[in-house]
């Protein structure tokens, strides 16, 4: 990518970023309930007139709105993202420390789909319109038909309850918790991922180039992996960047089954307290590592296809 484009896209990025802090922003300034009053609540305090008042003027929520608004932008180009209602620790620490078990759980997740999803669309593809492709095919009609709630409440109650192999409390990050969510999420992304390697694999068998080494008397193993796999793989690069960018926004219902403490659950305890700072912050920390991967999954693009550089 060259360097004008580059500057280009990081422009948009801090433009989409600004109008997305004024929207979220603007949202939770016309949310209804009062976050002074909550805060006070919380802490068991009685939220008296006097003490209302006091509240506000110290959170700044008797300013009128862009002042409030441009306060707080004035944090967050400082690092600064405000502090959480409900949970009294600043907002960039708490995102933080549920950026990492969202992060392991996404890169688990992702391991376990490509495992299964590439053999499986290869396998499919090669023998198409025999048993071993309709056996695939269904698996993965099925993989998509069944939500991540049922999936994740049905082995949780196996694995959970009745082999008692993983505690049902949940709240830890090792592996032996790791693993039950992490499946949970692998299972639908393989069903879905398995498709697209399957239709890629199929349109690079009728490539001219395939028929060409074919009568070449080349080996259909040696055309598959050398020449089919690295061209109808490439495609996959952006759903792979566009799903862990989901994936590090939290996945809130599989993480509240398994009570996984990332940024998913985080999210929905934060706006069921009506936590605003925590709720803004979340929602400008997913924007920005969001448009970042797809940043990077563009200047990938350049590196596994040399091509494309040279249109540019």
Known sequence: MKKENLGRRLLQIVIVLFGISFFTFGLTYLSPGDPAEIMLTECGNIPTPELLEQTRAELGLD???????????????TGDMGKSYSMKVPVVEK????????????????????????????????????????????????????????????????????????????????????????????????????????????????????????????????ILWKHVLPNATLPLVTLLGLSLG???????????????????????????????PLVQGYVLWIALLYMGINLLVDLSYERLDPRLKEER
């Not at 300013?63 to 180009?77: D, E, R, S, T």
């Not at 994936?247 to 403490?261: K, Q, S």
Request: proline letters at 4%; glycine letters at 8%.
């Open 63 to 77: 300013k009128p709105f862009l002042v409030q608004y441009g306060n707080w932008l004035k944090g967050v180009l």
């Open 95 to 222: 995102l933080v420390s549920c950026f990492f078990p969202t992060l392991k759980l996404a890169l688990a997740s992702l391991l376990i789909m490509i495992l299964f999803s590439i053999p499986l669309g290869i396998l499919s593809a090669v023998y198409h319109n025999r048993w071993p492709d309709y056996l695939v095919r269904g698996l993965t009609f099925f993989g998509v038909s069944v939500p991540n709630f049922w999936i994740g409440l049905i082995l949780l109650s196996i694995f959970g309850v009745q082999l008692r192999w993983v505690t049902v409390s949940g709240g830890s990050t090792d592996f032996k918790s790791l693993v039950l969510p992490a499946v949970t999420l692998a299972i639908a992304m393989s069903a879905k991922y398995t498709r697209q390697v399957r239709i890629a694999v199929l349109e690079e068998l009728q490539q001219d180039y395939v028929t060409g080494a074919r009568m070449r008397g080349i080996s259909e193993k040696k």
């Open 246 to 276: 989901s994936l590090l926004g939290g996945t809130a219902v599989v993480e509240i089954i398994y009570n996984w403490p990332g940024l998913g659950s985080m999210a929905v305890k934060a706006i069921s307290c009506r936590d605003y």
